[in-house]
């Protein structure tokens, strides 16, 4: 049984953008869909990493469609995309109660942008029940980046093969088991919990 269990957050304990929540994301910009996301996610890393705002990074989406947003269309990008990543798993949210009071280690290694970090800290008081806390927007380094996993090891005085990390994403597993955790590609928290390194 590994010590400290290592969680992704979207696609583990929240859920992914709802096709409700994409429509109104493109709306708001006023293009079309594909070259929108496109830009969206080629431009991503940056403002999960926090080298970028809100702001400055969909100036940078409009530039890439070679648009502008004026201060009120960026301002509405912003807070229908954080509406868009607001939901979560509520089966998931109870098991991260039932480990944290049975004592368990647990740990948040997420990619998201500071205003979905804010957002999130705001509305869901259970993340007080983690540990560590590794957004990537604050530690400066986004998934699958082997520095974003070293520093969640640094912050918990933890050797890698005493973690198990759990993410829905297999080339963010693959990166955490090349640095000597143990890796669990999240498809349900059925299999989650039949996992041999949970028990």
């Known amino acids: 049984m ?5 969680f992704d957050l979207f696609g583990v304990i929240a859920r992914h953008q709802s096709p409700e929540g994409r429509e109104r994301l493109t709306k708001a910009a006023g ?7 496109e830009a969206y996610w080629a431009l991503r890393p940056d403002y999960d990493r926090g080298d970028v705002d809100g702001p400055g990074y969909w100036s940078r989406v409009a530039g890439a469609l070679g648009t502008r947003f004026d201060a009120g269309t960026t301002a509405r990008l912003v807070e229908e995309d954080v509406a868009s990543w607001s939901l979560v798993d509520d089966r998931m949210v109870g098991l991260i109660g039932e480990l944290a009071s049975a004592g368990r280690r647990i740990a948040l290694l997420s ?4 205003e979905l970090a804010v957002h999130y800290e705001r509305h869901q008081p259970w993340l007080a029940q983690f540990e560590v806390r590794a957004f990537s927007c604050r530690i400066g380094h986004a998934k699958p980046e082997p520095e974003a996993y070293r520093w969640c090891l640094s912050a918990l005085g933890a050797e890698p093969d005493g973690v198990l990390f759990v993410d829905d994403r297999q080339e963010n597993v693959d990166a955490a088991r090349a640095l000597g955790m143990r890796g669990h590609l999240f498809t349900g928290a059925d299999a989650l919990l039949a996992a041999p390194a949970l028990r």
């Not at 590994?2 to 290592?6: D, I, P, R, V």
């Not at 293009?31 to 996301?37: E, L, S």
């Open 2 to 6: 590994s010590s400290t269990l290592l």
């Open 31 to 37: 293009v079309a869909p594909d070259p929108f996301w």
């Open 111 to 114: 990619n998201i942008p500071e």
